[in-house]
């Protein structure tokens, strides 16, 4: 039984976490603007050696073609170094344990690494948020629930793991998001497929910025999917929502069968279901490299690391697909590397949850925010499968975001590549409009995955 005293004690043990909190963001805010900082939590300055620059919040030179694809801002540029598996261990501290077991495994495979440009603007009205943010944001739930943020990265100056990933979730990617892409499975064998071509919408409420954290009802993304080929497949339909409440409600999702016609519930697009369409390559959660609850994971930050990733590769997506899809791996004359500061974030299964990724490494890009880089273990605990996401530049916006992605299965060979926009077209941005809800419902899946 609680008696008077005892619900005083328990007031007052509240009041003083909510005042840390309160100090803590205070503090948070106060180093966003302090100037050492990027209004996105990115450090500005250059790094010793000056391999890094410092960032000076200059978009870049980006225009949108005919065909809708930007051009790629920094053609001009030449390798200042190669790295194969000949030269790797000069450079074992730069490299991610999945690129250096790449570059052993994969026959020419290479990083031809580019001078380092910090290509990531953002909107004011993003960077006001995040500064918001940053004095307003916290987590509950050990981790899983965010609250009291809104419209921009909830944690410039991340304090664990968690909230460096809720960073990764919720990056600026757009408002409204529209694009179609391929889907490629390359296999031990060499043979190349392509597996899936899709129309991919995304609506962001948490980006709606003429909104407020008050108003916000939790969801930060809905997504649809509509499938045009192959033959078999085409006529289907996936719709997702995401939550910034991983407690309550991580994740739904709802499928359309044009041979059923209906819509059905469906919790088979979530966690570590595979994802058919890659040919058990990828589960639902290695899209951008990590996606959806983190509630089957402790996630520890490890810090920063001076890391050699893939950034600003306008170029690889207006290339034609048969000079992207190399054997073992993407074509290395296709793939810009450099070095970047990420933060690294160990995930670790909790206790009495599963997931085949018994272990995962996400590297960050500290100017994004999202995952550029991520390795997962399976549960002999061997290094099993490395992602590899890539940047696009969209100066025109301003923002630069990860599009296409690889994963590469280092236990059986064979790699997919997803998020392929090389013959399909470019990116359409749009500002948030709420009546475009309207397409983005279980209902409206039946009406649009008809063939």
């Known amino acids: 039984m609680k008696t008077p005293f005892h619900a005083s004690l328990m007031t007052l043990a509240a009041a003083c976490l909510l005042a840390s909190a309160a100090h803590a963001g205070a503090d948070e805010a106060a180093a966003l603007k302090a100037g050492h900082l990027t209004p996105y939590g990115a450090e500005r300055a250059a790094n010793k050696d000056g391999t890094i620059p410092a960032w000076d919040g200059k978009p870049a030179a980006t225009t949108v073609g005919a065909n809708g694809k930007r051009n790629d801002p920094f053609a001009a540029d030449k390798p200042r170094l190669t790295i194969t598996a000949a030269n790797a261990a000069q450079y074992a501290a730069h490299l991610s344990d999945g690129t250096r077991a790449l570059l052993a495994k994969a026959p020419g495979f290479r990083l031809d ?91 962001y409420p948490y980006y709606d910025l003429a909104g407020a954290p008050e108003q916000f009802s939790g969801e930060w993304a809905r997504a649809r999917i509509d499938i045009s080929e192959p033959p078999a497949n085409a006529g289907q339909a996936l719709m997702t929502i995401d939550y910034v409440d991983n407690f309550g409600k991580p994740k739904d999702g709802w499928q359309y069968q044009p041979g059923q016609r209906r819509v059905r519930k469906s919790p088979y697009i979530a966690y570590d279901a595979p994802d058919v369409s890659a040919a058990g390559f990828t589960n639902f959660d290695d899209v951008n490299l990590f996606i ?160």
């Open 292 to 451: 959806g609850a983190q509630d089957r994971y402790h996630m520890k930050l490890l810090g920063k690391r001076e890391i050699f990733v893939p950034a600003n590769n306008n170029g690889l997506m207006t290339r034609p697909i048969k000079d992207v899809l190399g054997k073992g791996a993407l074509n290395p004359d296709a793939v810009r590397w450099e070095l970047h500061r990420v933060w690294l974030v160990e995930a670790t299964l909790r206790e009495g949850k599963r997931n085949v990724a018994v272990k995962r490494h996400l590297y960050l890009d500290e100017d994004t925010w999202q995952a550029v880089l991520a390795d997962t273990w399976d549960s002999q605990g061997k290094l099993w499968k490395t992602g590899q996401a890539f940047t696009m530049v969209a100066g025109d916006q301003p923002l630069a975001t990860t599009l296409s992605y690889a994963w590469f299965d280092l236990l059986a060979g064979g790699w997919v590549y997803a998020g392929a926009i090389n013959e399909t077209g470019g990116v359409a941005y749009r500002s948030y409009d709420a009546k475009q809800m309207n397409g983005f419902t279980p209902a409206a899946l039946s009406s649009g995955g008809v063939r």
């Open 113 to 203: 690494v580019y001078p380092t440009r910090r290509s990531a603007v953002f909107p004011q009205g993003i960077y006001d948020q995040v500064q918001k943010n940053a004095a307003r944001a916290r987590l509950v739930n050990d981790g899983l629930t965010v609250e009291g943020a809104y419209g921009g990265v909830p944690f410039p100056v991340p304090k664990n793991g968690h909230e460096a990933v809720w960073n990764h979730m919720l990056s600026y990617r757009g408002q409204i998001t529209t694009f179609t892409a391929d889907k490629y499975v390359m296999t031990a064998a060499g043979d190349q497929l392509l597996t899936s071509r899709q129309k991919t919408s995304l609506l």
